[in-house]
């Protein structure tokens, strides 16, 4: 009985840890796509200028 417990801690530890890295993973993912998308904006906003700069 023993080992079972131990392999299901350890299961139910790794399981755990393997959400937590997720989580941190996809928060870095979607920090990215906000940087990348803030970038965009200041590209569409600088092309604007020019334009509106041209007229």
Same mark, same amino acid.
């Given at each position: 009985?023993?080992?079972?417990?131990?392999?299901?801690?350890?299961?139910?530890?790794?399981?755990?840890?393997?959400?937590?890295?997720?989580?941190?993973?996809?928060?870095?993912?979607?920090?990215?796509?906000? *940087? *990348?998308?803030?970038?965009?904006?200041?590209?569409?906003?600088?092309?604007?200028?020019?334009?509106?700069?041209?007229?």
């Amino acid at each position: 009985m023993t080992t079972n417990k131990i392999i299901g801690l350890a299961i139910i530890i790794g399981g755990y840890g393997l959400i937590w890295f997720l989580l941190l993973k996809s928060k870095n993912i979607i920090e990215i796509i906000n *940087k *990348k998308e803030l970038k965009n904006l200041d590209e569409i906003e600088d092309e604007l200028d020019l334009k509106v700069g041209d007229n």
